[in-house]
T-cell receptor
Framework: DQQVKQNSPSLSVQEGRISILNCDYTNSMFDYFLWYKKYPAEGPTFLISISSIKDKNEDGRFTVFLNKSAKHLSLHIVPSQPGDSAVYFCAASAQGGSEKLVFGKGTKLTVNP | DADVTQTPRNRITKTGKRIMLECSQTKGHDRMYWYRQDPGLGLRLIYYSFDVKDINKGEISDGYSVSRQAQAKFSLSLESAIPNQTALYFC??????????????FGEGSRLTVL
């Protein structure tokens, strides 16, 4: 049973527009949520995170929103740039356990010039 | 130079062969991990180690073994490779010095093909 779900395998947006990547989770014990970005032939890199005590965290063009009641989080990228084209993984952790980090399947974002 | 280095980057082998993937890191982190990525399945944890004397199984450890030779080195072995172990393997590290916030530092990956 998937605990972290990214239901959209791919997303395509125009440069300058907003990209919204979604993630749902089922485990109510998750208390920390992260997004990783992965370019081809490279390892994933940490992008942004949010604690369950917050509902929003912003870092430059990237904002993550958390809706605990819906067990849903989203990553907003504004404005989108061609260099943002990558696979984005949502991940969740329970009680600070690094070994308990659970990843979604990923969403491939393509930003068209 | 990369902080987390994996060798080899690509390997093709045959069923039944023994394969070792190596990982070394210069970040000074004490925690190291091996993950596997399959198309459409995300990243799954194979083994992890919190220090040289600590080895733990992850979600999908069957068919794999690991060795933590030093704080900076963590190797993954497939004793007898089988085709369904064809995947992209990632080594990662994290620091236990502060409360874990989820940030793992990944190597560039080792693509293994078992024929």
């Amino acid at each position: 049973d998937q605990q972290v779900k990214q239901n959209s395998p791919s997303l395509s947006v125009q440069e300058g527009r907003i990209s919204i990547l979604n993630c749902d989770y089922t485990n109510s014990m998750f208390d920390y949520f992260l997004w990783y970005k992965k370019y081809p032939a490279e390892g994933p890199t940490f992008l942004i995170s949010i604690s369950s005590i917050k509902d929003k965290n912003e870092d430059g063009r990237f904002t993550v929103f958390l809706n605990k009641s819906a067990k849903h989080l989203s990553l907003h990228i504004v404005p989108s740039q061609p260099g943002d084209s990558a696979v984005y993984f949502c991940a969740a952790s329970a009680q600070g356990g690094s070994e308990k980090l659970v990843f979604g399947k990923g969403t491939k974002l393509t930003v068209n010039p | 130079d990369a902080d987390v280095t994996q060798t080899p980057r690509n390997r093709i082998t045959k069923t039944g062969k023994r394969i070792m993937l190596e990982c070394s890191q210069t970040k000074g982190h004490d925690r190291m991990y091996w993950y596997r990525q399959d198309p459409g399945l995300g990243l799954r944890l194979i083994y992890y180690s919190f220090d040289v004397k600590d080895i733990n199984k992850g979600e999908i450890s069957d068919g794999y073994s690991v060795s933590r030779q030093a704080q900076a080195k963590f190797s993954l072995s497939l004793e007898s490779a089988i085709p369904n172990q064809t995947a992209l393997y990632f080594c990662a590290t994290s620091d236990s010095g502060t409360r874990f916030t989820g940030e793992l530092f990944f190597g560039e990956g080792s693509r293994l093909t078992v024929l």
